[in-house]
Nanobody, 116 residues
Framework: QVQLVESGGGLVQAGGSLRLSCAASGSGFGIKSMAWYRQAPGKQRELVAR???????NYADSVKGRFTISRDNTRNTAYLQMNSLKPEDTAVYYCNADRIWGDVYWGQGTQVTVSS
């Protein structure tokens, strides 16, 4: 079992920055990729960024050039640096991790609100 705990959400003005963190605990061994998803009110959950243990990161077109995903494998922690935030980035952001055995885990979510 893996527990994911997100932190770093909050309220920010348009153009501002936030940094989200996702700490994996429990049986964090074997995590392949970590990712951030978001879900705005009335919309489906969408992938924001994914970082594999090996390979290239990928981003949603809407955040390319503004958001950066990174991870610290020694701490089983993933980060999402969000710059130049826009009101349309307002959503609950969820951390996601999958392991080499095929199991997938989600965090509880952290609210990001961008005011205009």
């Amino acid at each position: 079992q893996v527990q994911l705990v997100e932190s770093g959400g909050g309220l920010v003005q348009a153009g501002g920055s936030l940094r989200l963190s996702c700490a994996a605990s429990g049986s964090g061994f074997g995590i392949k990729s970590m990712a951030w998803y978001r879900q705005a009110p009335g919309k489906q959950r969408e992938l924001v960024a994914r970082i594999p243990s090996v390979g290239i990161t990928n981003y949603a077109d809407s955040v390319k050039g503004r958001f950066t995903i990174s991870r610290d494998n020694t701490r089983n922690t993933a980060y999402l640096q969000m710059n130049s935030l826009k009101p349309e980035d307002t959503a609950v952001y969820y951390c996601n991790a999958d392991r080499i055995w095929g199991d997938v885990y989600w965090g509880q979510g952290t609210q990001v609100t961008v005011s205009s």
